[in-house]
């Protein structure tokens, strides 16, 4: 087995996303945990720096059509591009808030 350690990007307070992520790589830590960006050009600017730096991602997103109850299908669809957007970054693990799935939906969203 082998253990990781991840620091999150809440609270960092260096003036770049690169210096913030530098500083974690040289905290000694293996990977990050913040939001995958909205924006296309931050996401490639994320993953590059991910990669050169060596370092994993655990993308923690924002469900952000909270009106929509689970099971909705606009609620699984606003999901979807949440974990999408993860997946662009290389993210090991992905964290939705602010949304329960039940196995009925897991299964209906598998492959």
């Given at each position: 087995?082998?253990?990781?350690?991840?620091?999150?990007?809440?609270?960092?307070?260096?003036?770049?996303?690169?210096a913030n992520l530098e500083a974690i790589r040289a905290g000694g830590f293996d990977g990050v945990?913040?939001?995958?960006?909205?924006?296309?050009q931050q996401r490639a600017e994320l993953r590059g720096l991910l990669d050169d730096l060596g370092?994993?991602?655990?993308?923690?997103?924002?469900?952000?059509?909270?009106?929509?109850?689970?099971?909705?299908?606009?609620?699984?669809?606003?999901?979807?591009?949440?974990?999408?957007?993860?997946?662009?970054?290389?993210?090991?693990?992905?964290?939705?808030?602010?949304?329960?799935?039940?196995?009925?939906?897991?299964?209906?969203?598998?492959?």
């Amino acid at each position: 087995m082998q253990i990781k350690y991840f620091r999150g990007l809440w609270g960092m307070s260096l003036p770049t996303l690169a210096a913030n992520l530098e500083a974690i790589r040289a905290g000694g830590f293996d990977g990050v945990e913040m939001g995958a960006p909205r924006d296309a050009q931050q996401r490639a600017e994320l993953r590059g720096l991910l990669d050169d730096l060596g370092l994993d991602l655990v993308a923690q997103q924002q469900q952000r059509d909270r009106a929509a109850g689970t099971g909705d299908p606009h609620m699984v669809a606003a999901v979807e591009v949440e974990v999408n957007l993860a997946v662009e970054v290389n993210a090991r693990v992905v964290g939705i808030d602010q949304v329960q799935f039940d196995t009925r939906m897991a299964a209906d969203h598998d492959g």
